[in-house]
């Protein structure tokens, strides 16, 4: 079953090595966990994180099978630390009743599973942390996202710095090491072409979902993914819905539905029979937990014909092919919401190309829908990407053959002031690297 994991550590990147892993060890840790501590280390030397900050959060969808290769990657490179788990009973007990008999017990460096169990631990360890100089005491991991930030945003607030772990994304799957955010400049793309791979089953991908537990072993899909949706239920978000079971499902059906739309709340509420108070509430439980991901509209005065609507899109394509029971990937393929599904998985897997690197993508990537170009009839840009001042569109086509025209709503960026167009991207099922115009190429989704 899917465990989020929520992991806290501090200055880890002077404890970081992945050079001096043996091979033996490369056997072993996954090339995920090493990409991630890679990226940890990375990025914390870049922000200076032993002096801005006392720990790291990750955020991760990822599964126990994961929990596993992190614990197998501290046994190598973290042996130094203690261990204990608030699973146990008698170790909650203590921890909040004898705090300091707790630490006596365990002392620094510690890792803590499961802290979200016992909360009041938080407080001590802001204690600590506050009254030492030293660097990396804690490390810290949980299952439940929102008991976890609750716990963190009220005890460990400004001493955090959130890392999203998402799905696997297919650079994973396909095991490619090219780890930097998409955009696409000419370096980028140039530096992207010597790693790329062919993605011949994306269709069964797109239908699989990224849930690493069913890349991971033979795992019935229908069964994964019911025992997904029931645990989510009754564990993580039960005490917040304020409803049966069932409601919720059908809220949940609804919104996969939708996923590639425009957020539309009424819409949802005449559905389902619930008040549209409820489904903003619904919606954003489900946003907070990692289900769906809401894409702004870019924003800009000299754009005032824009619709200002988000639009929403579920983190996995998998769950949202379950909840809309799309039972295969043919049957998916030639359906009439493989437009929309397709667009989900490809802007999925550019988000994780962001938060892979240790990037916050909130204030990167926009659409936009309007009437600036014409006054009849509004014009889409399904991706906006920016970057150093630079706008770069992006269109998303379940198609081998694309046209110039789709990119014909981009020169409306020109509009903005202060800002520069960049050269124009139409995703696709193209075979390979098309220039349709001096500044719009056709590029397969491999170069993602």
């Known amino acids: ?15 970081i090595n992945i050079k001096e892993f043996d091979d033996h060890k490369k056997d072993i840790i996954s090339k995920e966990i090493i990409n991630i501590i890679t990226e940890i280390g990375e990025l914390s030397e870049s922000i200076g994180l032993n002096t801005r900050f006392d720990e790291i959060e990750l955020d991760s969808l990822k599964f126990i099978a994961i929990v596993v290769e992190i614990e197998l990657f501290y046994k190598f490179e973290f042996s130094e630390y203690n261990r204990t788990n608030f699973d146990d009973r008698l170790t909650r007990i203590q921890a909040k009743e004898e705090p300091k008999l707790f630490f006596l017990n365990n002392p620094c460096p510690l890792f803590i599973d499961e802290v979200q169990k016992e909360g009041a631990i938080l407080e001590e360890i802001k204690q600590i942390v506050d009254e030492s100089d030293e660097r990396g005491q804690f490390i810290l991991s949980g299952s439940q996202k929102l008991e976890l930030m609750k716990g963190i945003s009220e005890s460990l607030a400004g001493r955090v710095s959130i890392f999203e772990l ?12 090219f780890n930097k955010h998409f955009v696409p400049t000419e370096d980028y793309l140039k530096e992207r072409e010597t790693e790329l791979k062919k993605y011949d089953n994306v269709w069964e991908i797109i239908h699989k979902g990224s849930y690493p537990e069913l890349y991971d072993i033979d795992r019935d899909w229908q069964e994964f993914y019911s025992s997904y949706v029931s645990t989510y239920l009754e564990r993580d978000i039960n005490e917040l819905i304020a409803t049966d079971s069932i409601t919720f499902t059908k809220f949940l059906a609804a ?17 389902i029979g619930i008040s ?7 919606i ?14 870019y924003s800009a005065s000299a754009l005032n014909r824009a619709i200002k609507t988000p639009k929403i899109y579920f983190r996995d394509t998998g769950l949202a092919c379950y909840l809309t029971r799309w039972l295969t990937a043919d049957a998916l393929k030639n359906s009439a919401v493989a437009g929309n599904m397709f667009e989900t998985f490809v802007i999925s897997e550019i988000l994780k ?23 009849t009839g509004e014009n889409e840009i399904d991706l906006i990407i920016e970057e150093n001042g630079v706008l770069y569109p992006v269109e998303i086509k379940m198609s081998g053959n694309p046209k110039a025209i789709m990119g014909a709503t981009n020169q409306v960026l020109d509009k903005i002031p202060d800002k520069k167009r960049g050269m124009g991207i139409i995703l696709c099922l193209i075979d390979k690297k098309t220039y349709l115009r001096e500044n719009l190429i056709a590029l397969p989704i491999e170069y993602i």
């Open 255 to 271: 919104v996969a539905a939708r996923t590639g739309e425009l957020l539309n709340y009424a819409n949802i509420a005449s559905d």
């Open 284 to 297: 954003s439980i489900l946003e907070r937990t990692g289900i769906v991901y809401l894409l702004q509209p």
């Open 276 to 282: 549209e108070m409820t489904v903003k509430k619904w």
């Open 1 to 15: 079953m899917e465990k989020e994991k929520y992991m806290h550590c501090t200055n880890m990147n002077n404890s």
């Open 166 to 177: 998402s799905g696997l994304s297919m650079r994973e799957i396909k095991k490619i090491k």
């Open 353 to 375: 190309t962001y938060s892979n690197e240790g990037k916050d993508y909130r204030f990167n990537i926009y659409y936009y829908r309007g009437k600036d170009k014409r006054k």
